[in-house]
């Protein structure tokens, strides 16, 4: 049997999770230990650096004694994926200087506001398939200089968590595509770092990590992680790739939607694409394969906050009615912008808009028009990646907020007018780094198809009762946001 142990670097948990060669995971071998960002300041959002490797390093250990219980002596591979964006400062001997800055901090955003001043955003993006934003490391970099400069000044090597994990549990310094192309540094179409922004920001090419696809067979282990010997090492993938690899979603028929408590929209190509949409980001998945997708900043917080807030009926009786209800029918129009504005517009004005609020307005028809405007700019991300799709493309969903909403499941079917199918692989994202480890040691061909469910078609009539609603959260948007709006 293939043993494929996965390392899964999440920002809720570390887990390490065994998959054999149809990635299917083996049972009794899971450990996980929780993850807490700290956020003591507006727009912080860091890790412990020694904590990060520490966890990883303990559910390594865990899950290779719970492999021994069970008679497995030997692992065929080490898959890692993990939360994309992060970004850590070394020093000259290879030791963390700064924390972890994870994908939700925010600090750099008047710097990146900055940048986009000096040099041409849209640009920047059909070059390296970013925008200038807070949580890419353009801005990060040049907010670090600018608070911390002699920190920076002592920064011998900038990295990703993944990369610094590697470092430290197996002995290479290096990074993948994958995680190089999410910090928005990479020239896309070469696939090396981009000069253009190493110049601005005064960095040379030796400062970033050697960009890799490179299999490396482990030695030298330490005393705990010695079981590992002889394992090849996987380049690491983003959490997003990887929950496309394990949902299914790898060519142009399917594209992944995936809503926990943020959402996101993404496609799979072979082909680097040679144009972007503004609305849209563009990452690598090795040298043939690319992710193009866009991502909001609501998603399951949407939901959490209502209930926080609001005085709603229980999730069995809201369920049951949001499922009854017609569509648009409680006269509201919502920027549900609660988090700030990612993909489509990345506006850079803060704060949700909700107009049209009655003395009849009811707090489930809230809950209905918040759902229903999260679902209609998940429906903007849709449009603009038709020109990858292929024609009758379903959408797979993944996550736990539309696990537990049908309702929901039918509102983007009806925005997005494309047919929804549910998967229903619990481990999408730690099956996918599987699969990407299976296709690097040549044995993918055994992999199960991943396991769907519910279907959910569009509805014409609602489709169009859609449509109109989001002409009118258009129009909101344009009135509040057009002076930011690309």
Avoid at 112 to 128: G, H, Y
Avoid at 323 to 336: K, R
Avoid at 403 to 416: E, F, H, K, R, V
Avoid at 417 to 445: D, K, M, S
Wanted: net charge negative; with cysteine.
């Amino acid at each position: 049997m293939t043993i494929i142990l996965v390392l899964d670097l999440g920002s809720s948990s570390t887990r390490a999770i065994a998959f054999d060669e149809h990635a299917r995971p083996v049972p009794d071998i899971y450990a996980r230990e929780p993850v807490g960002f700290s956020s003591g300041q507006p727009g912080q959002s860091e890790d412990d650096a020694s904590l990060a490797v520490h966890r990883a390093r303990s559910v390594l250990v865990t899950a290779l004694a719970q492999c021994a219980t069970r008679g497995i002596t030997h692992v065929d591979a080490v898959a890692i994926d993990a939360y994309a964006g992060s970004l850590i400062a070394l020093d000259q001997t290879c030791n963390p200087i700064t924390p972890v800055l994870t994908y939700a901090d925010t600090r750099a955003s008047t710097i990146a506001m900055r940048l986009r001043e000096q040099w041409d955003e849209l640009a920047d993006l059909q070059r390296t398939g970013a925008r200038t934003r807070a949580n890419y490391a353009p801005a990060r970099l040049a907010w670090w200089r600018e608070i911390q400069p002699h920190l920076f000044d002592q920064a011998a090597t900038f990295v990703s968590l993944p990369d610094l994990v590697r470092l430290k549990l197996f002995g290479s310094i290096s990074t993948s595509l994958s995680l190089a192309s999410w910090n928005g540094l990479i020239d896309r179409q070469s696939r090396s770092w981009d000069a253009t922004w190493l110049d601005r920001l005064s960095i040379t090419s030796a400062q970033m990590p050697v960009i890799s696809e490179a299999l490396i067979t482990l030695s030298g282990l330490s005393d705990d992680l010695a079981a590992l010997e002889g394992a090849q090492l996987i380049p690491a993938i983003g959490d997003g790739a990887a929950a496309n690899l394990g949902s299914g979603c790898v060519d142009a028929s399917n594209i992944a939607v995936t809503i926990g408590t943020t959402a996101a929209m993404r496609i799979m190509t072979k082909a680097v694409p040679d144009f972007l949409p503004n609305a849209l980001w563009q990452y690598q998945l090795g040298t043939t394969r690319s992710l193009t997708g866009g991502a909001l900043s609501e998603g399951g917080n949407v939901v959490a906050w209502l209930r926080d807030t609001m005085h709603l009926p229980d999730l069995q009786t809201a369920e049951a009615a949001l499922q009854a209800a017609e569509p648009d029918s409680h006269g509201l129009t919502i920027l549900p912008l609660i988090a700030g504005e990612r993909s489509p517009g990345y506006s850079d004005t803060p704060g949700a808009t909700v107009h049209g609020i009655g003395i009849g307005t009811t707090a489930l028809q809230m809950q209905q028009a918040w759902m229903e405007a999260v679902a209609l700019r998940l429906a903007l991300v849709s449009e603009s990646l038709k020109h990858l799709a292929a024609p009758g493309a379903q959408l797979i969903a993944s996550g736990g907020a539309l696990y537990g909403s049908p309702a929901w499941c039918q509102m983007i079917a009806d925005a997005c007018n494309r047919q929804l199918h549910v998967c229903e692989e619990p481990e999408a994202t730690a099956r996918g780094a599987a699969i990407h480890a299976l296709e690097h040691l040549g044995a993918a061909g055994a992999v199960d198809k991943a396991p769907l469910g519910r279907i959910f078609s569009p509805d014409a009539t609602r489709s169009e009762a859609y449509r109109k609603a989001s002409d009118r959260q258009i129009a909101l948007y344009n009135k509040l946001h057009l002076s930011t709006k690309s």
